[in-house]
T-cell receptor, first 123, second 111 residues
Framework: QVLLVQSGAEVKKPGASVKVSCKAS????????LHWVRQAPGQGLEWMGV????????YNAQKFQGRVTMTRDTSTRTVYMEVSSLRSEDTAVYYC????????????????WGQGTLITVSS | QSALTQPASVSGSPGQSITISCTGT?????????VSWYQQHPGKAPKLMIY???KRPSGVSNRFSGSKSGNTASLTISGLQAEDEADYHC???????????FGGGTKLTVL
């Protein structure tokens, strides 16, 4: 079965960086794009960006450009997201999510999600 | 402020039907047949319920249905059950620099 397993919770100080991992299994890793979505406490979901696992190309939401870096390691079937210059507003649960298939090409929806990683930014 | 507008809360009694709206613009919801809906129970990851406006993934109850008119998409849950109590989030492809947008989420209470 498809599984996305993320790294554990972390506490960081303002200005620091954090790197979250998402290990995929149960499907052909390079056939599906992986997205990152975050959810601040008590808030809605926020799309952050996508990595094309086939070639490593990425696209970030404008809000995160220059501060978020996504990479992948095909040998371990793992994608990583690093957020730099952390501030208190970055406190959230971060999810990786697989982009689902579509008969018409890109799916633009998320059919499987990781369990989430809580990142707390506090001095 | 979220890009898509959802009601903060809706409620219904067991067995009833409820509808959750998701209003966007002609640049997102109104331009593409790419609205999806997610159910999220407290402390859990979201679960896909509807994709491409109206399609239901395998394993999702046929009590859940999606529709769209103009810039507003809707999720209808019929025959409400206690386990349907959760937060529901809509999402749309928006193209260009925005790419993907979510609504603020709607809390469904089953009375």
């Amino acid at each position: 079965q498809v599984l996305l397993v993320q790294s554990g919770a972390e506490v960081k100080k303002p200005g620091a960086s954090v790197k979250v991992s998402c290990k995929a299994s149960g499907y052909t890793f390079t056939s599906y794009h992986l997205h990152w979505v975050r959810q601040a406490p008590g808030q809605g979901l926020e799309w952050m960006g996508v990595i094309h696992t086939s070639d490593g190309s990425t696209y970030n939401a404008q809000k995160f450009q220059g501060r978020v870096t996504m990479t992948r390691d095909t040998s371990t079937r793992t994608v990583y997201m690093e957020v730099s210059s952390l501030r208190s507003e970055d406190t959230a649960v971060y999810y990786c999510a697989r982009e689902g298939p579509s008969e018409d090409g890109r799916g633009y929806y998320f059919d499987y999600w990781g369990q989430g990683t809580l990142i707390t930014v506090s001095s | 402020q979220s890009a898509l507008t959802q009601p903060a809360s809706v409620s219904g009694s067991p067995g009833q039907s409820i509808t959750i709206s998701c209003t966007g613009t002609s640049s997102d919801v109104g331009s593409y047949n790419l609205v999806s809906w997610y159910q999220q129970h407290p402390g859990k990851a979201p679960k896909l319920m509807i994709y491409e406006d109206t399609k239901r993934p395998s394993g999702v109850s046929n009590r859940f249905s999606g529709s769209k008119s103009g810039n507003t998409a809707s999720l209808t849950i019929s025959g409400l059950q206690a386990e349907d109590e959760a937060d529901y989030h809509c999402c749309s492809y928006a193209g260009g620099k925005t790419f993907m947008v979510f609504g603020g989420g709607t809390k469904l209470t089953v009375l």
